[in-house]
């Protein structure tokens, strides 16, 4: 078997999110952006049907959101009208079935984020807040065991997946390169 055949991830230990200058933003869990492409219906003559065809490197509205258990500073702080980078550290653990150990897997998700809403959330006797700030996402990077595996940058027209930069022709075919 392949070298790493044997691993199967099996959850996410722990992580904490930092804001731009690596500040502990507080305990909060993430709602990671959806990916989805933009599609366009393609049908006609020498087509049986419809299909809907990805726009190469482009993405629909992507959206974070922080979950926290009570109303911090920092979360209201994150309102202000400008673009904040937010990364997430975690450790993954995945097992080895050959050797029977565990390993400790670094993941990190960096996202630039513009502001879009904060639920202050409620007020209730020996309970959470469920305060939650939401972000439209810009800009994407997600590291898994120290590797880049993906980077969207919309405004850049940068969209590399696992080293390819599948928006590399569009630039030059727009003379941005």
């Known amino acids: 078997m392949a070298n790493g055949a044997n691993n199967i991830p099996e959850r996410l230990t722990n992580f904490r999110i930092y804001n731009e200058a690596e500040d502990l933003l507080g305990v909060s869990d993430v709602e990671l952006p959806e990916l989805s492409y933009m599609t366009d219906t393609i049908n006609g003559a020498g087509l049986a049907g419809e299909v809907e065809s990805p726009v190469i490197g482009h993405f629909q509205s992507m959206g974070t ?77 997600l590291f898994i065991d120290n590797r880049e595996v993906l980077e969207i940058d919309k405004f850049n027209y940068k969209c590399v997946i696992n080293g390819k930069d599948i928006l590399a022709p569009v630039r030059v075919a727009m003379g941005l390169n």
Not at 100 to 126: D, I, S, Y
Request: hydrophobic residues 40%; glycine residues 6%; contains cysteine.
């Open 65 to 141: 959101t922080l979950n926290w258990r009570t109303i911090e500073k920092k979360a209201v702080s994150l309102l202000d009208m400008k673009a904040h980078l937010i990364t997430a550290r975690g450790a993954q653990q995945s097992y080895n079935a050959s050797d029977g150990a565990w390993k400790t897997v670094p993941v990190r998700c960096t996202m630039k984020c513009m502001p879009k809403q904060l639920n202050a959330g409620k007020f209730e006797v020996g309970a959470t807040t469920d305060t939650s700030t939401e972000f439209e996402v810009v800009y994407l990077k």
